[in-house]
């Protein structure tokens, strides 16, 4: 399974409306709701009016960061936004029927569409709390990010990490322990605890 196109179907049919950050004029961060519209192997897709303060910043800035959650999951990403004029317009109009009336007749000439094209993020599901689930999604070839707790050499295997870990996530039959990276919630206990001061925090 390609575990990238599933998140980006997830966050374009499931979750939907997602909050979007740049940064106003002011310096500071802005967010504002957007509709992830469609994806396909090149990343993903919505749009805004030219008119918009946020069309002049996504131009400026060519770079967003967003979060999503929708049933106790959600997901995340930051990275590099272009903009592709009014390709995939109709397509959009099509496929997200709502949009037809916001903008009815030729009114949807006023939009433009923008490609979410190189981004690093991470999908997060809590919806079994006691065996949360975080995955990295990665569209395009962005410069990765190792995000998270490590166990590096000199683990004693005294196991104390495991005993105030929180998901119990930690591969104590292993030396050195190994963190399972997927149900971890890098709350940082482990690497608080430990006597070798060996857990890093990556990222
Ligand atoms: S960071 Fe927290 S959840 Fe992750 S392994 Fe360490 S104690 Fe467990
Ligand atoms: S607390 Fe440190 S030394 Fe002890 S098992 Fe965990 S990683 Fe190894």
Redesign the pocket.
């Known amino acids: 399974m390609n575990f990238r196109i599933n998140y980006l179907k997830v966050l374009v049919e499931q979750i939907h409306s997602t909050t979007i950050a740049t940064i106003g004029s002011d310096g500071y961060p802005q967010t504002r709701i957007i509709d992830m519209m469609l994806y396909d192997e090149n990343g993903i897709y919505f749009i805004t009016a030219k008119g918009k303060t946020f069309y002049e910043q996504l131009m400026q800035q060519k770079f967003v960061a967003l979060s999503a959650t929708k049933d106790k999951m959600s997901i995340s990403l930051r990275g590099r936004i272009k903009n592709i004029g009014t390709e995939k317009l109709n397509e959009i109009f099509e496929t997200n029927t709502y949009m037809q009336k916001i903008y009815p007749d030729d009114t949807r000439s006023a939009i433009e569409v923008f490609c979410l094209y190189e981004a690093q993020g991470e999908y997060f599901d809590i919806s079994s709390p006691s065996h949360i689930v975080r995955d990295t999604i990665v569209i395009g070839t962005p410069a990765i990010q190792k995000r998270g707790y490590y166990?590096g050499s000199?683990?004693?295997?005294?196991?104390?990490?495991?005993s105030v870990c929180p998901q119990k996530c930690?591969d104590?039959l292993q030396?050195?322990?190994v963190i399972d990276q997927n149900h971890c919630l890098h709350c940082g206990r482990?690497a608080e605890?430990?006597?070798?001061?060996?857990?890093e925090k990556r990222g």
């Open positions: 166990v000199g683990c004693i295997g005294c196991k104390l990490c495991y930690i104590i030396k050195p322990v482990c605890v430990c006597p070798k001061q060996i857990i």
